[in-house]
């Protein structure tokens, strides 16, 4: 099956939203209950309430995340109390367990003109989860994990977001899609504005293709490769696991081309002539059929049914990664840097990354 082409918008048409583009003001009369208290929900949470809106958190009884929910100052009620006393409910529970969720505690108490909130376009899009046409329904995906969306939050700054509407019952979800994406800060780095098939497809494809998929598999090989050949194991680990940061960072602030700036032309040289080789033309139709299978459902449905089964793929390969030797190795080494980096005064470094998310904000929003 061929990839299907989704239009896209030329750089020059994309409209980016800031704090000028929300008023806080549209939610002061609303709650928010939200669903789950992880990584992001803790994050939202706990954003949303420094911003002023009224904060609920939905867990199920007994979570073991409801006593450090409360300890965070977060109001902690039962799924299904929290969602209807709720205006604007927010799912950020994991994709597979949230239909269920749903289902059994949100469905119920969905009742006409509330809100019904994402973070991925996953189970709408591939229709596990189906509401009621007389609700908004949309999206706010921060481009970052949940400890980050909190501390470049309190930080002053904000994480960059996507936000889509599925359904607009009210006439008014894109506006509540904007505010809630600056209770959390997103407007201060910018929000962009997508789809919930363009939002999964491109969140599913990145992960497994790209940023988790991809380079974990990358410095795995290398690792082995240096190692088998004869090569001291702790040394392979600085320079297929180590320096990925030093590299990432530069492309992350400058570009591709600014990192080939700022490393040796060696380096560059290397890139050039090596890069094509390891990721090549196969690779790319590798990359293709993966996307079309992610595109038709066939990844939703493999792994929604490894979830049935109990996950036993699924953990063996979480088990597999653990004893990996890059792993053993790996440990002591960050641990000795931490310990470093603690003694010579490593808090200079979020210090001046803080102050320089601050000028960013400031820049961004006189």
Same mark, same amino acid.
């Given at each position: 099956?061929?990839?299907?082409?989704?239009?896209?918008?030329?750089?020059?048409?994309? =409209?980016?939203?800031?704090?000028?583009?929300?008023?806080?003001?549209?939610?002061?009369?609303?709650?928010?209950?939200?669903?789950?208290?992880?990584?992001?929900?803790?994050?939202?949470?706990?954003?949303?309430?420094?911003?002023?809106?009224?904060?609920?958190?939905?867990?199920?009884?007994?979570?073991?995340?409801?006593?450090?929910? #409360?300890?965070?100052?977060?109001?902690?009620?039962?799924?299904?109390?929290?969602?209807?006393?709720?205006?604007?409910?927010?799912?950020?529970?994991?994709?597979?367990?949230?239909?269920?969720?749903?289902?059994?505690?949100?469905?119920?108490?969905?009742?006409?003109?509330?809100?019904?909130?994402?973070?991925?376009?996953?189970?709408?899009? *591939?229709?596990?989860?189906?509401?009621?046409?007389?609700?908004?329904? &949309?999206?706010?995906?921060?481009?970052?994990?949940?400890?980050?969306?909190?501390?470049?939050?309190?930080?002053? *700054?904000?994480?960059?977001?996507?936000?889509?509407?599925?359904?607009?019952?009210?006439?008014?979800?894109?506006?509540?899609?904007?505010?809630?994406?600056?209770?959390?800060?997103?407007?201060?780095?910018?929000?962009?504005?997508?789809? &919930?098939?363009?939002?999964? %497809?491109?969140?599913?494809?990145?992960?497994?293709?790209?940023?988790?998929?991809?380079?974990?598999?990358?410095?795995?090989?290398?690792?082995?490769?240096?190692?088998?050949?004869?090569?001291?194991?702790?040394?392979?680990? *600085?320079?297929?696991?180590?320096?990925?940061?030093?590299?990432?960072?530069?492309?992350?602030?400058?570009?591709?081309?600014?990192?080939?700036?700022?490393?040796?032309?060696?380096?560059?040289?290397? %890139?050039?002539?090596?890069?094509?080789?390891?990721?090549?033309?196969?690779?790319?139709?590798?990359?293709?059929?993966?996307?079309?299978?992610?595109?038709?459902?066939?990844?939703?449905?493999?792994?929604? =049914?490894?979830?049935?089964?109990?996950?036993?793929?699924?953990?063996?390969?979480?088990?597999?990664?653990? =004893?990996?030797?890059? #792993?053993?190795?790996?440990?002591?080494?960050?641990?000795?840097?931490?310990?470093? %980096?603690?003694?010579?005064?490593?808090?200079?470094?979020? *210090?001046?990354?803080? %102050?320089?998310?601050?000028?960013?904000?400031?820049?961004?929003?006189?």
């Amino acid at each position: 099956m061929a990839v299907k082409k989704t239009p896209g918008k030329s750089v020059a048409k994309i =409209k980016m939203y800031y704090d000028k583009d929300a008023d806080l003001k549209v939610l002061k009369a609303k709650t928010v209950a939200i669903i789950g208290c992880g990584s992001q929900g803790h994050a939202h949470a706990l954003n949303l309430q420094d911003s002023g809106i009224k904060v609920i958190v939905g867990l199920r009884k007994g979570s073991k995340t409801w006593e450090r929910a #409360e300890e965070a100052g977060l109001k902690v009620l039962e799924t299904g109390e929290a969602a209807k006393k709720a205006d604007i409910i927010m799912m950020l529970t994991p994709d597979t367990a949230m239909p269920e969720i749903y289902k059994k505690s949100i469905e119920p108490n969905l009742t006409k003109g509330k809100a019904l909130v994402f973070a991925h376009g996953f189970n709408i899009h *591939f229709k596990t989860i189906v509401p009621p046409k007389n609700v908004d329904v &949309f999206l706010v995906a921060p481009k970052g994990p949940g400890h980050m969306v909190r501390s470049v939050f309190k930080s002053g *700054f904000g994480v960059p977001c996507l936000f889509a509407v599925h359904q607009d019952s009210s006439k008014n979800a894109k506006k509540l899609a904007l505010v809630y994406a600056k209770g959390i800060g997103g407007t201060r780095a910018g929000v962009i504005e997508t789809s &919930f098939k363009e939002e999964t %497809e491109t969140d599913l494809f990145g992960e497994q293709v790209v940023l988790c998929g991809g380079l974990v598999e990358l410095i795995k090989r290398g690792f082995e490769t240096l190692v088998e050949a004869g090569y001291q194991p702790h040394v392979a680990y *600085f320079e297929c696991l180590h320096e990925v940061k030093l590299i990432t960072d530069l492309i992350h602030v400058g570009g591709i081309s600014a990192m080939n700036y700022s490393i040796s032309d060696t380096a560059e040289w290397g %890139e050039y002539v090596s890069g094509p080789r390891i990721v090549n033309k196969d690779t790319k139709k590798e990359m293709k059929k993966i996307l079309t299978e992610i595109q038709n459902g066939t990844f939703a449905k493999k792994w929604i =049914k490894e979830n049935k089964d109990g996950l036993p793929t699924f953990m063996k390969n979480r088990e597999d990664i653990i =004893k990996h030797p890059i #792993e053993k190795i790996g440990e002591p080494l960050r641990d000795m840097m931490r310990m470093k %980096e603690r003694l010579q005064g490593g808090g200079t470094k979020q *210090f001046l990354a803080e %102050e320089s998310s601050k000028k960013e904000y400031k820049r961004r929003n006189p």
